[in-house]
């Protein structure tokens, strides 16, 4: 599976932006979908996650209520929706697939490249 993040850049606090996340490769459809990130000097962190089917979502504690996750099957992507930014939500965000169709789970078996999201105070 082939992961391609996009939609990072800069937004001021409150602000909002969309990542999206096309996938390729095996059967998308068969892995749950998800995001993880990481800040400088920082541990790598859940974000978000959702299963094969869209069915079910995971969030993280510190993003939860502002961000949303979705995927489009039809389309093999899956976005993040992030409203309500804040500086400490400025990080690396990585796009993954898992074989465990229900949750993504500590150790996915695919990462995409980083997409940069900065939020400015």
């Known amino acids: 599976v082939q992961l391609q993040a996009s939609g990072g850049g800069l937004v001021q606090a409150g602000g909002s932006l969309r990542l999206s996340c096309a996938a390729s490769?095996?059967?998308?459809?068969?892995?749950?979908l998800g995001w993880y990130r990481q800040a400088p000097g920082k541990e790598r962190e859940f974000v978000a996650s959702i299963s094969s089917n869209g069915g079910m979502t995971h969030y993280g504690p510190s993003v939860k209520g502002r961000f949303t996750i979705s995927r489009d099957n039809a389309k093999n992507t899956v976005y993040l929706q992030m409203n309500s930014l804040k500086p400490e939500d400025t990080a690396v965000y990585y796009c993954v697939a898992d074989s465990a169709r229900g949750v993504v789970t500590t150790s996915p078996d695919y990462w995409g490249k980083g997409t940069q999201v900065t939020v400015s105070s």
């Open positions: 490769g095996r059967t998308v459809t068969m892995y749950a």
